[in-house]
Every structure is written in C-alpha cells, then in structure tokens.
C-alpha cells in the first residue's frame, strides 16, 4: 500500500481502538504485538491481492464484505458473552 504505511496503519489502528476499546481481559498477550500481527498479515494480504485483482473497485466490495462478516461475528461473539454474564450473576 503506498499511501499508508505499516507505521500510520497501526496508529490509525490504536486510534480506533481509543475510541472502542478491545477487552483484553486476562489474556496472556501483548496487546501491541497482537496490533502488529494482524497490519503485517493484513499488509501482506494486501499486496497479494493487489497484484491478483488490480480494479480497486473489486478490492473495496471485497474489503466491505470483510468487515461486514467480522462485525457481525463479532456482534454475535459480545451477545454470546453477554448471556453467559447474565447466567452466571
């Protein structure tokens, strides 16, 4: 990606984060090395993709489409947890 390098990507990251917090909990990871796991893979995947599908049109419904599958995973991941809470208090 020229415009955004791997260094603005993970601010841009820690940015959005600031806004909505990640619950780490009590997970044995280091929250910024997690941050930079997933711009590595997220840059690589995108170089990749990049050089298979050069319309950017094509890329962005694919990116959407990503996104929209994550959020509503995660969605579904908060409510799972949410009624776990209310069955154990």
Not at 21 to 32: G, N, R, T, V, W
Not at 35 to 49: A, H, Q
Request: charged content about 35%; some cysteine.
């Amino acid at each position: 990606m020229n415009a955004l390098s791997r260094e603005n990507l993970l601010c841009l990251v820690e940015d959005v984060e600031a806004e909505d917090p990640i619950d780490y909990a009590d997970l044995p990871f280091d929250e910024h090395n997690l941050r930079e796991l997933i711009v590595d893979s997220l840059l690589e995947r995108e170089l990749t993709f990049r050089a298979e599908e050069p319309d950017e049109a094509k890329r962005m419904l694919v990116y959407l489409a990503a996104t929209a599958r994550l959020t509503l995973e995660n969605l579904v991941l908060h409510a799972r947890l949410l009624r776990i809470g209310r069955e154990e208090g």
